[in-house]
């Protein structure tokens, strides 16, 4: 079935062709290139787009007997010197004091620990002032607004809206920092102190 649709397909191909010719060129030659194509993806012979055989392993993949010669480990040490061994706490205290200084004293268990330092006491923190809490709004609040006095309602939800003397409505929104943003049905925004 597939040689047929390949057999097809290029016999279309070739009426397409002298269809272009006979435009003018104007719609292009789908043909073009086409041969070229098959003969690089479908063809027995070799592909001159495929890698050059330069490495054992595509030589390997590609069939060819390979003789690669033997790793062999390095001559002589190669792990680098061992540092000179640092002396333990052990060490350093058995070893006797160096010439004209004096061994320092021993102090067992009864011998009395001495005394630690003592770190100034810092001062107390001054007191933060407390913030108050934002007044609740209760509906039927009237609100200074350039445009008028607002009036603030509770709607659905807990939503507050403000109505202007002119009738404009839209959404309330307390900022909790002593204003309020009313943001009207016209995406004006105003911003305003809150009630207290």
Same mark, same amino acid.
């Given at each position: 079935?597939?040689?047929?649709?390949?057999?097809?397909?290029?016999?279309?191909?070739?009426?397409?062709?002298?269809?272009?010719?006979?435009?003018?060129?104007?719609?292009?030659?789908?043909?073009?290139?086409?041969?070229?194509?098959?003969?690089?993806?479908?063809?027995?012979?070799?592909?001159?787009?495929?890698?050059?055989?330069?490495?054992?392993?595509?030589?390997?993949?590609?069939?060819?007997?390979?003789?690669?010669?033997?790793?062999?480990?390095?001559?002589?040490?190669?792990?680098?010197?061992?540092?000179?061994?640092?002396?333990?706490?052990?060490?350093?205290?058995?070893?006797?004091?160096?010439?004209?200084?004096?061994?320092?004293?021993?102090?067992?268990?009864?011998?009395?620990?001495?005394?630690?330092?003592?770190?100034?006491?810092?001062?107390?923190?001054?007191?933060? *002032? #407390?913030? +108050?809490?934002?007044?609740? &709004?209760?509906? /039927?609040?009237?609100?200074? @607004?350039?445009? !008028?006095?607002?009036?603030?309602?509770?709607?659905?939800?807990?939503?507050?809206?403000?109505?202007? *003397? #002119?009738? +404009?409505?839209?959404?309330? &929104?307390?900022? /909790?920092?002593?204003?309020? @943003?009313?943001? !009207?049905?016209?995406?004006?925004?105003?911003?305003?102190?809150?009630?207290?």
């Amino acid at each position: 079935m597939r040689p047929f649709a390949i057999l097809g397909l290029l016999v279309s191909l070739t009426a397409c062709q002298s269809i272009g010719d006979t435009v003018g060129g104007i719609v292009g030659n789908p043909a073009d290139g086409l041969f070229d194509l098959f003969g690089d993806t479908i063809s027995f012979k070799s592909n001159p787009n495929r890698p050059v055989p330069e490495s054992d392993t595509i030589r390997r993949a590609m069939g060819e007997d390979v003789q690669s010669e033997p790793m062999l480990s390095e001559g002589g040490n190669i792990w680098p010197v061992m540092p000179r061994q640092e002396p333990t706490m052990q060490d350093l205290q058995k070893a006797p004091p160096p010439v004209g200084q004096k061994p320092a004293p021993v102090q067992g268990s009864s011998t009395p620990p001495a005394p630690m330092p003592v770190a100034p006491v810092a001062a107390a923190p001054a007191p933060v *002032p #407390s913030v +108050a809490a934002p007044a609740i &709004i209760v509906p /039927g609040t009237a609100v200074a @607004t350039p445009k !008028g006095n607002a009036i603030i309602t509770n709607g659905q939800n807990g939503i507050m809206s403000y109505t202007l *003397p #002119s009738g +404009a409505t839209g959404r309330a &929104i307390d900022n /909790g920092n002593g204003t309020m @943003t009313l943001i !009207g049905a016209d995406g004006q925004v105003i911003s305003v102190p809150a009630p207290r």
